[in-house]
T-cell receptor, first 114, second 108 residues
Framework: DSGVTQTPKHLITATGQRVTLRCSPRSGDLSVYWYQQSLDQGLQFLIQYYNGEERAKGNILERFSAQQFPDLHSELNLSSLELGDSALYFC?????????????FGEGSWLTVV | KNEVEQSPQNLTAQEGEFITINCSYSVGISALHWLQQHPGGGIVSLFMLSSGKKKHGRLIATINIQEKHSSLHITASHPRDSAVYICAGAGGTDKLIFGTGTRLQVFP
């Protein structure tokens, strides 16, 4: 158990809909990362928050947004969903803001868009 | 541009064999993560190293900074080692740059 909790584990939704994925980092970790893993793209970095502030942005679509709350949990919002958004979405956390720290991954949220 | 290249893409082995997975990376990457992804999808961080060698059980990871190369070794492989192994580079930013992964299957 990494200590990172993601909900929901599985989600099936229709095109055009909006979903929210939730992540609780390991106790004490200030950084939260979001990654997308699709069959044809592998793991892609989406966005990182550190202590409530956006710190780094990757290949995140404009239809997607995220935030980190004062209690350090984070949410990834995916809107106007398309079939191609079907993927496994991982949240990870680490103690500091430099990715040279050990990173702890959640179990992932499987999103299927139909 | 930071890049991470991993080889081989697929690897099969008999139980007990010594396994090596390689990862080369570009300038700008100062630390390497080795990750294991199980068939169910979960990702476990195996090692993070910026120099030298680390060992955990039957797993050994090495990094050569001059050659920008890292290897993950599995000694006395076992079917439960079957998984996808991913190397990921960490540079000056907080983004991880992922290799494409090595799918390992160990047969009894």
């Amino acid at each position: 158990d990494s200590g990172v909790t993601q909900t929901p584990k599985h989600l099936i939704t229709a095109t055009g809909q909006r979903v929210t994925l939730r992540c609780s980092p390991r106790s004490g970790d200030l950084s939260v990362y979001w990654y997308q893993q699709s069959l044809d793209q592998g793991l892609q970095f989406l966005i990182q928050y550190y202590n409530g502030e956006e710190r780094a942005k990757g290949n995140i679509l404009e239809r997607f947004s995220a935030q980190q709350f004062p209690d350090l949990h984070s949410e990834l919002n995916l809107s106007s969903l398309e079939l191609g958004d079907s993927a496994l979405y991982f949240c990870a956390s680490s103690p500091g803001h430099f990715s040279g720290n050990t990173i702890y991954f959640g179990e992932g949220s499987w999103l299927t868009v139909v | 541009k930071n890049e991470v290249e991993q080889s081989p893409q697929n690897l099969t082995a008999q139980e007990g064999e010594f396994i090596t997975i390689n990862c080369s990376y570009s300038v700008g990457i100062s630390a390497l993560h080795w990750l294991q992804q199980h068939p169910g999808g979960g990702i476990v961080s195996l090692f993070m190293l910026s120099s030298g060698k680390k060992k955990h059980g039957r797993l050994i990871a090495t990094i050569n900074i001059q050659e920008k190369h890292s290897s993950l070794h599995i000694t006395a492989s076992h079917p439960r080692d079957s998984a996808v192994y991913i190397c990921a580079g960490a540079g000056g930013t907080d983004k991880l740059i992922f290799g494409t992964g090595t799918r390992l299957q160990v047969f009894p």
